[in-house]
Structures are given as structure tokens and as C-alpha cells.
């Protein structure tokens, strides 16, 4: 099955650094990924969805300057958490489509990254 | 607008069924996703609908009703392991998906 890895699992930073995230599609090429964040015993909030080769689309309320997203190939996608603040601590999963499968619906989830701000 | 309700929570025995619905309403519609969640962990995918019907896999089978905007999740024969969140999802016209809130299954032995 379609495989998609995150990079690193957890990762613990200080306030006001930048941290960045890799989510890479193994085994299949991903035009799309999409970023979520999820915070304890809530559900998935989409952030934004990554397209190859052009600009990612935010979702209202989150900010484009603060969270980078970079979508250079058809197997990586990068979000960058700029200035991070302890209220940015939270569970960042990736997801990507397979660009070429027929029935190209189906999301396939890395295994997230826990983000801690100290 | 888009919506999605399931119930928060719910408990089950080991050994029992459960059925956990979720219902939707949404302008467009490409179907209905459940996955399940473990704390701490990513969601992993259980089931897809697209067409009115049930769709059975294993312990596990999933049901749609569009013209109702309903679904549910049936789990068979549950085991421990089977206490996790389980999270329905909705395809939309964009072919994004919006997420309901989760309900979170406690098997008791």
C-alpha cells in the first residue's frame, strides 16, 4: 500500500525558533498534500492544502507567513513553523493523494509529528 | 454550509457489535470516509463510500444512505484493541475532505 513517512516523529523547540516538518510520499507520486494539526482530544483541523510546483492554499484563519509550506516535488511536501509560540504545540499530520491511481480519492496519512514549544 | 455530527463517545463490551452513525449535510458530495484513530497516533483508513449500500470488510462494514446523508460504521465482534476514535469524513465538491469531531469507543471486558 501507498506509504507516506513524516520527519522527525517529535521534535522540541523553543519559543521563537522555526522548526521544520518533511512529509514524503514513499511509493507514489502526490500532486496534493495536505497539512493538518490536531490538538488534544479534537479532531483533525485541516491548514492547508500543498500543490507541486505552485502556492499552497491556507485555510481561514491560518497564517501563510507563520506556516511555510513548500511543495517542490511530486514526493515532498515541507511546513515550517516560523517563530514558534507554546500555543503552536500541537499534532502535525500530513496526508497525500495518489496522483495516479484511479480511484484517486483516498488519503494517505503519515504518521504525524508532535510539536512541542517550550 | 457543510456539516457533520457524530456522537462524542460511546461504550461497547468485548465480544459485542457496535454501530456508530454519523450524518451529513453538504451542497456537494464524493463520498463518505471512516477512519480510525489511536491517541497519540495518525488516523489509519477503514472504509470508503461512494454508492448507497453497505460495504463489509472483515469485522468491519460501513453503510450510506445519500439521499438521508447518513452512514454508519458497524464493528463486529469487538476486541480491545478496538478502543479508538473513529472519525467520519466527508469528500466534498472540491475533493477535500471535512472532518466530523470524532467518537471516541470505550470497550469495556
Known amino acids: 500500500g501507498a506509504v507516506v513517512s513524516q520527519h522527525p516523529s517529535w521534535v522540541i523547540c523553543k519559543s521563537g525558533t522555526s522548526v521544520k516538518i518533511e512529509c514524503r510520499s514513499l511509493d507514489f507520486q502526490a500532486t496534493t498534500m495536505f497539512w493538518y494539526r490536531q490538538f488534544p482530544k479534537q479532531s483533525l483541523m485541516l491548514m492547508a492544502t500543498s500543490n507541486e510546483g505552485s502556492k499552497a492554499t491556507y485555510e481561514q484563519g491560518v497564517e501563510k507567513d507563520k506556516f511555510l509550506i513548500n511543495h517542490a516535488s511530486l514526493t515532498l511536501s515541507t511546513l515550517t513553523v516560523t517563530s514558534a509560540h507554546p500555543e503552536d504545540s500541537s499534532f502535525y499530520i500530513c496526508?497525500?493523494?495518489?496522483?495516479?491511481?484511479?480511484?484517486?480519492?483516498?488519503?494517505?496519512f503519515g504518521p504525524g509529528t508532535r510539536l512541542t514549544v517550550t | 454550509g457543510q456539516n457533520i455530527d457524530q456522537p462524542t463517545e460511546m461504550t461497547a463490551t468485548e465480544g459485542a457489535i457496535v454501530q456508530i452513525n454519523c450524518t451529513y449535510q453538504?451542497?456537494?458530495?464524493?463520498?463518505l470516509f471512516w477512519y480510525q484513530q489511536h491517541a497519540g497516533e495518525a488516523p489509519t483508513f477503514l472504509s470508503y463510500n461512494v454508492l448507497d449500500g453497505l460495504e463489509e470488510k472483515g469485522r468491519f462494514s460501513s453503510f450510506l444512505s445519500r439521499s438521508k446523508g447518513y452512514s454508519y460504521l458497524l464493528l463486529k465482534e469487538l476486541q480491545m484493541k478496538d478502543s479508538a476514535s473513529y472519525l467520519c469524513?466527508?469528500?466534498?465538491?472540491?475533493?477535500?475532505?471535512?472532518w466530523g469531531a470524532g467518537t471516541k469507543l470505550i470497550i469495556k471486558p
Open positions: 469524513a466527508l469528500l466534498d465538491s472540491n475533493y477535500q475532505l471535512i
Open positions: 453538504t451542497s456537494g458530495f464524493n463520498g
Open positions: 496526508s497525500a493523494r495518489d496522483s495516479l491511481a484511479g480511484d484517486a480519492d483516498e488519503q494517505y
